[in-house]
Structures are given as C-alpha cells and as structure tokens.
C-alpha cells in the first residue's frame, strides 16, 4: 500500500487508520476477533492505528498491544489520547504511563488531547505534553476536537516541538472544518485526521442498527433530515464507478491533501473493501454531484 506523508513530520502511514473504539465495548466486539482484525489490517498494509485511553477504560489499548506484539514496533504508527479528565500536568503524564504499559510499548507515536477541557489551562496541558515528548515517551503532539482558536492557543505554548495532528469529526456531510480549520491547517502543513468517516454507517445506506449505536438512532430521527438525496448520489456514482458507497465516501476524504480517514471494522470483507476506496479518485464531476446533494440535507444543529 502506497504511504502518504503526515503533514511536516514527513512520516509515512497508510491513507486509511484502523479505528478501536469499538474494541473497548465487550458486548459489541470479541477480544480475540479484535485482535485478529488488527494484525489482518497491518498484513493488508494499515500500519496507523488510533486508539484512546478512553476507549473502554483502556480495554481498547490493551487489545492492541497483544496484537502487534508479533510485528515490528517501528513498522508500526500508534496514535493514542489522553482523556479530557486527565489534563492536568501530573495527571497527563500519569495517563502516558498507563498507556505505555497497556500498549506495550516504550513510545508512543502520536499522543493527542482527547477533547480541550475549559476548567484546565491549555499552557499546563500542553507543558505536560512537551515533557513527554523532550523525554522520548512520545514522538508527536496532536490534539482531537481543537477548534481554530483553542489550537493556535495551543500551539502558543509548544517551544521543542509543533502540533503534529487534529483528529475531526468530518466526512462528505459533516463539513464545518472547511470552514475555518482545515484550511489554517493546510497552510500550516498540519494533517487532519477524519474521524466517523462513514457517519456510522448512515451515509452509505444502512438501515438496521445495533443498540450500541444510539448516536445514529439520534441522528436519523431527530437532527438529520432529507438524507435519502445524498445516499442514493453515493450510491449511483458507486455504481457508476463499479465501486461501493463505502469506497466512495472514503475515497472523498483520503484524496484530499493532508487529510487521513478512520475507519472501523473487525471483518475482513469491510476491511478488504475499505482497502478498495485506495489508488483511484473521484471525477470532478462526481465531486459536484455529491456537494450539490449535500445542499439538500438539513441538519438542526440544535437538536444534537
């Protein structure tokens, strides 16, 4: 699989990162599934994965830390956040050190900030951060949920090092970043890595969902409406393009500059076919149908 850089870092890590934040929920996913699924996505080419001391209460770290035991730690990208709990100076590095261990690792590749937290200062959060990184427990500094305002703040207090990542909820619907963060951080040479890429499942037509996700539930019923336009767009030009709606929606993200898509999946067919999204891109004119059908959609914001 063709690499892409990472922003100014210039590390290489597949298009497409293995999301986890399924492996963290035992009802939803098998421990020894979860880890067949993660060693089968780096044999495939995947060697980014992003995970969260959240996810689970670390259940999901020590998941993939069996996993890629049997792999080169250094073929490997680890991304992992600490939880917006856990901002305080002590607390961060407190964090780094249960993640270390549960990832069992001695570094981790890109440390993000979970969600910005209004009751801690960023200046203490991201010194806490620089520490971990000036004593080699982390080689990046990300951030996840950083609006344009809170991340220049941010930035202010870095000396050593630079912010490396933003993780973002963004996909062909959601497209609020566009408006004044994605293109700071593409002057910038900041990547974003897009999280919910598929909408759970919503922008690619699925109709039955587990209990687990109630987040979609909400969304089709309350907040998001007219969305049959978009998804029948998606699925014609898949159509047209012998590819699938999921292909189609990932490929829309992973052509863009600087920008990296997280996807979840524990079975191989998924990950096989999300694998396809790779090596081809969108035609213009496919670009224009799929922002004209956007238009059409209504989402109450206030609703959320």
Avoid at 52 to 67: D, K, M, P, Q, W
Avoid at 213 to 233: D, F, M
Avoid at 263 to 271: A, I, R, Y
């Amino acid at each position: 699989m063709e690499k892409k850089p990472l922003g100014w870092t210039n590390e290489k890590i597949s298009p497409l990162i293995l999301g986890s934040w399924e492996f963290g929920t035992p009802s939803i996913i098998d421990e020894n599934n979860a880890i067949k699924a993660i060693q089968r996505a780096i044999e495939l080419g995947i060697n980014a994965i992003d995970t969260a001391e959240s996810y689970g209460n670390g259940l999901s770290e020590t998941i993939i830390g069996r996993a890629i035991s049997k792999f080169k730690r250094e073929d490997l990208f680890i991304i992992t956040k600490v939880s917006i709990d856990h901002l305080r100076y002590d607390d961060v590095l407190k964090a780094s050190e249960g993640s270390l261990k549960r990832l069992n690792t001695s570094y981790i590749d890109l440390y993000l900030v979970h969600w910005p937290n209004h009751y801690v200062p960023i200046r203490e959060t991201a010194k806490a951060m620089e520490r971990l990184f000036n004593e080699g427990k982390i080689r990046y500094v990300g951030l996840s949920n950083f609006s344009l305002p809170l991340m220049r703040e941010f930035r202010e207090h870095l000396s050593k090092t630079d912010v490396a990542a933003n993780e973002l909820h963004y996909n062909v619907l959601f497209r609020d970043v566009e408006k004044e963060v994605l293109p700071y951080m593409l002057r910038e040479n900041i990547p974003l890595l897009a999280y919910d890429a598929l909408g759970l499942g919503y922008l690619i037509g699925r109709k039955e969902v587990r209990n687990e996700y109630r987040w979609y539930v909400l969304a089709r019923e309350t907040y998001i409406k007219n969305l049959e336009p978009l998804i029948e767009e998606i699925s014609s030009i898949a159509k047209e393009l012998g590819k699938t709606p999921a292909q189609v929606v990932l490929n829309w993200l992973v052509s863009k500059d600087n920008v990296f898509a997280i996807f979840n999946t524990t079975k191989e067919d998924h990950l096989k076919e999300n694998l396809g999204s790779l090596g081809w891109s969108l035609r213009d004119s496919d670009l224009r149908r799929l922002d004209e059908a956007v238009k059409k959609v209504t989402i109450d914001y206030f609703a959320r």
